[in-house]
């Protein structure tokens, strides 16, 4: 890696502990990639969770942890504040009303989650909470650098936004925040944003018209491909937002789709010709009904049929989301042998409260959940659980050892959650 | 007993040596794999139920949550961890995991490592130099 002077000055530690710590990193990250040189990036997006270490760790002092698992220092380092413009991701459970005993969360979650909110705090963290920044007021502009965590927001924000960031991981994340750099490498450059793998969907027998439509083709395409940029043809109708959240998150769950092109629809796919970078595509994949049949069954695994619990809000649900299912529980009441998880960011919970969904929510028995997450729940895995999201599905077994989950849409879910039965099916 | 030299780019420095565990899918570490045991545990991989632990891994690429490095470092800190990993196509993600999992790493080979290499061949990995030394175990 060569070094600018800035940044040999950060190395050498004439600002401090922290940046020189983070500096070695990144050095050694940026040789392991084979990248030569750093760019500076002003829109970071960090894993600032204390909690994953609570198995292995016993300390619980912010600076500890921080030292040891985010700079990869047996030295204690305290850090004073973050240099370049920082949010963060969800924490692990909700402290508001009680909502982490609802899941059943141990205590040391939530003191460590108290810890991590002074942390951010004292370092200048922004703490959106959420797994959505391009939700709730961290939107990068075309083109711009960042440096971004969780699979389906660089997705997101690679091929919906046309910004421009790997995917990094916390300590990565952590170590750009504090030194505003990172390495030139990857989907920061033009020629590794083109598309390779060409896709065609079939729209005779696929009707791509719903979040969960999206979903299943892009869990479908992760599952199959590689390293690989996925390239959708025959897309008729524009996606919404929402539907492009879930197609984000979906494959980079079986898969790595990081980046993809939407002919027509993503900003940097107005044509083939274009998504390609007029080159072959290595191969083409065919979407239709058999291969929509086989990923249904593949997130269907589950046999149970009496639910236990419905989680839904992964990615976490847009305002259009929580006013939809507010709707869909007007008047009726979640049965009682069912709890009812329904997953936002703060800063949309705020306006549902300021709309009156909330309340809707809350009356009929269900929950609306801030800052966490439907992997994090603390019940035992014989727990029948139903989703709308593919991403869930796809990790409960796997993370949680949970055998019984279920996968459909937003209305199968909350017609699970009314009638404590799964009713769901491929229509 | 058949010996086999590969060379290939540096990834992460280091030597390390051990018993080979192959695989043709993409690995997850963040809810593909248990931090505490390196056993596998993602649905439908063809490792589930085996132990990376202690291993040479040899596979296509990583995959899956951003979290991965996270979940590398505690496999680490769980003494769970690979002693050398042979990575097809680095990313991010396997490139920062070699690095805080402190795991001798290397990649662009210049034959493929998951053809030349079969599970329980013992695989020797020298990071600096990007060499790999194959034991045919048949």
């Known amino acids: 890696m060569k070094l600018a002077q800035d940044e040999q000055a950060m190395l050498d530690g004439r600002e401090g502990l922290a940046r020189q710590k983070a500096m070695e990193l990144l050095i050694k990250y940026g040789d392991a990639l084979g990248a030569d040189k750093f760019i500076d990036v002003d829109n970071v997006y960090i894993l600032s969770g204390l909690f994953s270490y609570a198995d292995i760790f016993e300390s619980v002092d912010a600076d500890d942890v921080a030292s040891e698992y985010f700079l990869d220092s047996r030295e204690r380092v305290v850090v004073d504040r973050v240099k370049a413009f920082t949010t963060n991701h969800l924490f692990t459970i909700d402290l508001d009303n009680d909502h982490w005993r609802l899941v059943k969360a141990p205590q040391i979650l939530h003191d460590l989650e108290v810890q991590t909110q002074k942390y951010c705090k004292r370092i200048g963290v922004n703490m959106t909470g959420t797994c959505t920044p391009y939700q709730t007021g961290n939107v990068p502009v075309f083109g711009e650098h960042i440096v971004w965590v969780e699979s389906s927001a660089i997705a997101y924000a690679n091929a919906v936004i046309g910004a421009r960031t790997n995917i990094e991981g916390l300590e990565s994340s952590f170590a750009s925040a504090l030194t505003g750099k990172t390495p030139y490498w990857g989907f920061h450059l033009n020629e590794n944003r083109i598309g390779n793998i060409l896709v065609e969907v079939d729209n005779d027998t696929v009707d791509l018209a719903s979040v969960m439509e999206y979903e299943m083709l892009a869990y479908y395409v992760g599952g199959l491909i590689g390293l690989d940029i996925p390239i959708y043809t025959n897309i008729r109708k524009t996606p919404n937002a929402d539907m492009l959240k879930g197609f984000s998150a979906a494959g980079a769950s079986s898969g790595s789709i990081e980046m993809y092109h939407v002919v027509g629809v993503t900003p940097e796919a107005h044509t083939v010709e274009e998504a390609t970078g007029r080159k072959k595509p290595k191969m083409t994949v065919n979407y239709g009904k058999e291969q929509r049949r086989e990923t249904y069954e593949k997130l269907n695994a589950a046999k149970n049929d009496n639910v236990d619990i419905v989680a839904i809000g992964c990615p976490h649900y847009s305002m259009r989301q929580v006013a939809a299912v507010a709707r869909l529980l007007e008047g009726k009441k979640v049965n009682g042998n069912t709890m009812l998880l329904i997953y936002t960011a703060k800063q949309i919970a705020t306006v549902a409260d300021r709309n009156g969904y909330t309340d809707v929510i809350k009356k009929a028995g269900g929950h609306l959940l801030i800052d966490s997450c439907p992997l994090n729940i603390y019940v035992p895995t014989t727990n029948v659980v139903a989703t709308d999201a593919a991403k869930i599905a796809h990790y409960l077994p796997g993370e949680r050892e949970f055998d019984n989950v279920w996968y459909g849409s937003m209305e199968d879910c909350i017609q699970a959650a009314i009638t404590g039965k799964w009713k769901g099916e491929l229509k | ?138």
């Open chain 2, 1 to 138: 007993m058949k010996k086999i030299v590969l060379h290939g780019r540096k990834v992460y420095g280091g030597t390390g040596e051990g018993e080979a565990i192959v695989t043709n899918q993409g690995v997850a570490f963040c809810a593909g794999i248990d931090p505490l045991t390196g056993e596998v545990t993602e649905r439908g991989h063809e490792l589930r139920t085996k132990s990376i632990a202690g291993k040479v891994l040899v596979f296509p690429f990583g995959k899956g949550s951003s979290a991965f490095s996270k979940a590398a470092y505690a496999l680490w800190l769980a003494g769970k961890a690979p002693k050398a990993w042979i990575i097809g196509e680095v990313n991010p993600q396997t490139a920062l995991a070699s690095v805080v999992m402190h795991t001798p790493a290397v990649t662009e080979l210049d034959r493929e490592p998951t053809e030349v290499i079969a599970s329980g061949d013992w695989v020797k990995v020298d990071g600096d130099k990007g060499l790999v030394e194959v034991t045919k175990k048949d």
